[in-house]
């Protein structure tokens, strides 16, 4: 019986630990990188569109400064 109340309280104690409680970035870095994502995006939605519209001649490179 101990046992079984020694393991409840052992996995409590591992799930009120983890999660949602110590995130990796904060909430200006997750929208700094939600935006430079957004961005980049963008940049190859242009790309994609010049290509279709044959504006620029064919390429697999980008005229972007990507990182």
């Known amino acids: 019986m101990k046992a079984l109340l020694l393991l409840t309280v052992l996995c409590g104690m591992l799930f009120a630990t983890t999660g949602c409680a110590t995130?990796?970035?904060s909430a200006s870095e997750r929208r700094a990188q939600i935006f430079r994502n957004w961005d980049y995006?963008?940049?190859q939605i242009t790309d994609d569109f010049d290509h279709l519209m044959l504006l620029r001649p064919?390429?697999?490179l980008t005229i972007w400064n990507v990182q």
């Open 41 to 43: 995006e963008f940049k």
């Open 23 to 25: 995130p990796a970035y």
């Open 58 to 60: 064919a390429s697999h």
